[in-house]
């Protein structure tokens, strides 16, 4: 089965500038993470969907950042404007999360690395 | 804030020796996962264990789980070169929260 899918890999932008992530998740899986993940650092989690709906986003700076997923498929993370402290890897994840399956395993992507410069 | 602290934050050995993590977290789990990450690369599953259970195993991995301590261990036998990543435990809630502390840099010297 395909895994979950990012784009773009690698982005640079200055500062102030916008950003934003794709994410294609595991066909099926009902949750999907976004996590950033600082150099050196554990990631961090930013926003929880389930579906289409959010289940967690105490994290995320709503000020600047945005996450939405139509439809409970795909997902797209936005930054506007960025900080030179928004440079890191951006990670998707999905899993089943429903009911039945809480004891699985989340499917990372390869992430977006961002540079804020 | 991260929900798990991982120990020790970096561990270097030779090839052959048991390499051992340990994870703490703060919150009730349905179960806690380990990950591994090559460095520059996305993370991948290794070993889940539930909330009921104590131990579990997996090829050379075993993990341990004491829910009264809020505490993990991941212990790795026989220790090869290719091991050589950082290892993260997560945490996951009902609510289906996926949580990860910090992570131990693991390096194997062959």
């Known amino acids: 089965e395909a895994g979950v899918a990012q784009s773009p890999r690698y982005k640079i932008i200055e500062k102030r500038q916008s950003v934003a992530f794709w994410c294609n998740p595991i066909s099926g899986h009902a949750t999907l993470y976004w996590y950033q993940q600082i150099l050196g650092q554990g990631p961090k989690l930013l926003i929880q969907f389930q579906n289409n709906g959010v289940v967690d986003d105490s994290q995320l700076p709503k000020d600047r950042f945005s996450a939405e997923r139509l439809k409970g498929v795909d997902s797209t993370l936005k930054i506007q404007p960025a900080k030179l402290e928004d440079s890191a890897v951006y990670l998707c994840a999905s899993s089943p999360g429903s009911l039945g399956h809480l004891h699985t395993e989340a499917f990372f992507g390869q992430g977006t690395r961002l540079t804020v410069v | 804030s991260q929900q798990g602290e991982e120990d020790p934050q970096a561990l270097s050995i030779q090839e052959g020796e048991n390499a051992t993590m340990n994870c703490s977290y703060k919150t009730s789990i349905n179960n806690l996962q380990w990950y591994r990450q090559n460095s520059g690369r996305g993370l991948v599953h290794l070993i889940l264990?539930?909330?009921?259970?104590r131990e579990k195993h997996s090829g050379r991995l075993r993990v341990t789980l004491d829910t009264s301590k809020k505490s993990s261990s991941l212990l790795i036998t026989a220790s090869r070169a290719a091991d050589t990543a950082s290892y993260f435990c997560a945490s996951k809630n009902a609510g289906n929260m996926l949580t990860f502390g910090g992570g131990t840099r693991l390096m194997v010297k062959p």
């Open positions: 264990i539930r909330s009921n259970e």
